[in-house]
């Protein structure tokens, strides 16, 4: 079972940057992929990026594809989410998630996710 724990979140200026870390208990973090989801007022979760096991295969969605960049840290248990660029339209709750089976693109093949944190991108 893996409990994941999401930070870094806050207020930033559009163009700035900020850095999400997702850390998750357990042994078993270096054999689960990780992905990132993020959550508007009013719009349904969506896919943000995800990255395998030992980071050899990373997605993005093409809303994000050149400013937002996924890790992860096996020793540390951590995967992060570096947001470069930010945009207004990037304001959200961004979830972290362990992989479980299906499609990396869609929530409901995620077995396990974090409360969230905000982030708010101000024009």
């Known amino acids: 079972q893996v409990q994941l724990v999401e930070s870094g979140g806050g207020l930033v200026q559009a163009g700035g940057s900020l850095r999400l870390s997702c850390a998750a208990s357990?042994?078993?973090?270096?054999?689960?992929?990780m992905g990132w989801f993020r959550q508007a007022p009013g719009k349904e979760r969506e896919f943000v990026a995800a990255?395998?096991?030992?980071?050899?295969?990373?997605f993005y969605a093409d809303s994000v594809k050149g400013r937002f960049t996924i890790s992860r840290d096996n020793a540390k248990n951590t995967v992060y989410l570096q947001m470069n660029s930010l945009k207004p339209e990037d304001t959200a709750v961004y979830y972290c998630?362990?992989?479980?089976?299906?499609?990396?693109?869609?929530?409901?093949?995620?077995?396990?996710w974090g409360q969230g944190t905000q982030v708010t991108v101000s024009s």
């Open positions: 357990g042994r078993t973090f270096s054999r689960t992929a």
């Open positions: 998630a362990a992989y479980f089976s299906g499609s990396i693109y869609v929530g409901s093949s995620f077995g396990y």
């Open positions: 990255i395998a096991r030992i980071g050899e295969s990373t």
